[in-house]
């Protein structure tokens, strides 16, 4: 088993930045790929980025590319979302997930996932 606990989340303007961290503890984070996804008001829950077990490869959604880096530190058990010039649309619930490649499928999809944070708040006001 593995947790996970993001935090990070909060208000920000419209242009501003957050940091989201995601805490691991139960297993060694290297052994997973891992994720950010997002849920918007009203939405379903989509995918934004992912990471590499080494941390050689990034993933994004076209919609938040140049604006969001996913990044890891396995030493630390910790992966980060840097999030630059936000925008409103970018208000959702954020949540890190462990990938442990058991099901080798999309890397987009919900279900490939084994593990989920309890998610973070962000709110981009305009």
């Known amino acids: 088993q593995v947790q996970l606990v993001e935090s990070g989340g909060g208000l920000v303007q419209a242009g501003g930045s957050l940091r989201l961290s995601c805490a691991a503890s139960g297993r060694t984070l290297s052994n997973y790929a891992m994720g950010w996804f997002r849920r918007a008001p009203g939405k379903e829950r989509e995918f934004v980025a992912r990471?590499?077990?080494?941390?050689?490869?990034?993933y994004y959604a076209d919609s938040v590319k140049g604006r969001l880096t996913i990044s890891r530190d396995n030493a630390k058990n910790t992966v980060y979302l840097q999030m630059n010039s936000l925008k409103p649309e970018d208000t959702a619930v954020y949540y890190c997930?462990?990938?442990?490649?058991?099901?080798?499928?999309?890397?987009?999809?919900?279900?490939?996932?084994?593990?989920w944070g309890q998610g973070t708040q962000v709110t981009v006001s305009s």
């Open positions: 997930a462990a990938d442990s490649l058991r099901t080798g499928q999309s890397i987009r999809l919900v279900r490939t996932y084994d593990y």
């Open positions: 990471i590499s077990r080494n941390g050689n490869s990034t």
